[in-house]
């Protein structure tokens, strides 16, 4: 199973991919990049997106590291959830399942999430396994509670009818179709600033729509009732914060709150002008930042001779399959 490219050229090609097996059996594609014996970097794109929303980071990174990009369930190429597979314990499931998959017991990675990436590490900062594995994080346009009393998307005071109406539009079962220069617009308005450049656009409209419209749905209705503040005061491992000073979807107010409630925060930094799709508005400071943390806090890498899994173990679509 393929999607098509969601910018014009070429993807950075992965070393290797594989299917790891989420607790309730979910299969999540897998993307690895970049030397075997290199520093690990793990990436959680947000909703709606997929592994291509990590592209400019990929090929910066893959140059001297082990970059590690995973799809969402029901995103990209790992495959939609039964009806109840969507919630918070899902994401913190599937991510712990891709640090199993891919890291050797006690190896330390540099995690970085953004939007619903972010929430996702929120969401499993007390499990022993993200613990283990995680070296230091960072939160990029994620919020961890409030989305809808917080949201700017919809231009009307704050109030119950500006949360009814933001409500109805994180769970709009109508498809999006393909992009047009409407559909560019209304989503340039809604997630970018007002000066991303118009390629950058294109690039967001792309991935965005071909998010199929399930569990697009499924996993706005777990958004609306999002709730990570625990979460976030679990997060004991150095975590850096990037927020836009334009996102109306997570407002620069969450990022700030979950600053403050960190039990170790290493800086917010506040992009002037961006929206909500910092990795692909601003990719420099983003890949710098996650540079700076493998730099501070990811060192040394243990043996991985523990480490059975190998490129002679595919399974269907020629990918491993890693419990």
Known sequence: MSRPLPVAGRRPVPARELLA???????????????????AIVLAHGWTCNTSFWDAQIRDLAADHRVIAYDQRG???????????????????????????????????????????GMTIMAASRRPELREHAAAALLCSTGSSRLLAESLVVPLRPGAVRTRVTR????ARAPLGPVTPLSRRILKYGTMGPGSAPDRVDTCARI????????????????????????????????????????????????????????????????????????????????????????????????????????????????????
């Open 21 to 39: 097996v989420s607790a309730d059996g979910s299969r999540i594609h897998v993307e690895i990049h970049g030397p075997e014996d290199a520093p």
């Open 75 to 117: 995103h990209g190429t790992s495959p939609a959830a039964r009806r109840d597979g969507y919630s918070t314990d899902a994401l913190a499931d599937d991510l712990v399942a891709v640090l199993g998959a891919t890291l050797a017991p006690g190896e330390k990675a540099v995690l970085a999430g953004h939007s619903m990436g």
């Open 168 to 171: 109805a539009i994180l769970g």
């Open 208 to 323: 965005v729509h071909a998010c199929p419209r399930v569990p697009r749905v499924a996993w706005g209705h777990v958004l609306a009732e999002l709730d990570l503040d625990e979460g976030v005061r679990e997060l004991r491992v150095p975590t850096a914060v990037i927020a836009g000073t334009q996102d109306r979807l997570t407002p620069p107010v969450h990022a700030r709150a979950i600053a403050a409630a960190l039990p170790d925060c290493r800086g917010l930094t506040e992009l002037t002008g961006m929206g909500h799709m910092t990795p692909v508005e601003a990719p420099e400071v983003v890949t710098a930042k996650i540079r700076e943390l493998v730099t501070a806090h990811l060192t040394v890498r243990p043996d991985r001779e523990n480490d059975t899994t190998t490129d002679t173990e595919s399974k269907a679509e020629g990918k491993e399959e890693v419990a």
